[in-house]
């Protein structure tokens, strides 16, 4: 079965400061990934899709980017932080019914 | 109008009581459905599909509607353990999910 990795669990970085965010994918190739980000008390936004090796579909224009170096791995990236970045960022993936999540990364930004 | 909308709640019920949460979704032709289960601080976790001839999973049936473009999700004989945000989730094509804002469920001794 499907298993997503994410780290690291907790990040606190100062506005204006640069990002990466790691997903790793083990027990499937050639899966669909997603970067979803939560803020607090609020439903799941889409950031980020991907459907192959250097294949990124952005649903949301922001100061974010992804990339997809290798089939299972899924990088979330900023160059300079904001304020507004701040929340709980999900990776998932497929195939599989559904969605399978890693256990996510909560981001305050200062 | 949101693609799925759910009533942000909460819930609360006394241990042992039926509850059931509805969802809405806008697209006609959306395929598959889903509920899933997250609780706080935590990523979601799929607690079962939805199917059209309805299912159920112990103490959790799901239904859908797709005259109606909703579903539904009935939890009996509550515990402790089930309070939690439960997000409606609508795949519409392509392996593409779209989640429903979620209803807290507390359920209080």
């Known amino acids: 079965s499907q298993t997503i990795h994410q780290w690291p669990a907790t990040l606190v970085q100062p506005v204006g400061s640069p990002l990466s965010l790691e997903c790793t994918v083990e027990g499937t190739s050639n899966p669909n990934l997603y970067w979803y980000r939560q803020a607090a008390g609020r439903g799941l936004q889409l950031l980020f899709y991907?459907?192959?090796?250097?294949?990124i579909s952005s649903e949301v224009p922001q100061n974010l980017s992804a990339s997809r170096p290798q089939d299972r791995q899924f990088i979330l990236s900023s160059k300079k932080l904001l304020l507004s970045d701040s929340g709980f960022y999900l990776c998932a993936g497929t195939p599989g019914e559904g969605y399978t999540f890693g256990s996510g990364t909560r981001l305050t930004v200062v | 109008r949101k693609e799925v909308e759910q009533d942000p709640g909460p819930f609360n019920v006394p241990e042992g009581a039926t509850v059931a949460f509805n969802c809405t979704y806008s697209n006609s032709a959306s395929q598959s459905f889903f509920w899933y289960r997250q609780d706080c601080r935590k990523e979601p976790k799929l607690l079962m599909s939805v199917y059209s001839s309805g299912n159920e999973d112990g103490r959790f049936t799901a239904q859908l509607n797709r005259a109606s473009q909703y579903i539904s999700l009935l939890i009996r004989d509550s515990k402790l353990s089930d309070s939690a945000t439960y997000l409606c989730?609508?795949?519409?094509?392509?392996?593409?999910?779209?989640f429903g804002g979620g209803t807290r469920l507390m359920v209080k001794p």
């Open positions: 991907s459907v192959g090796i250097g294949q």
């Open positions: 989730v609508v795949n519409n094509a392509g392996n593409m999910l779209t």
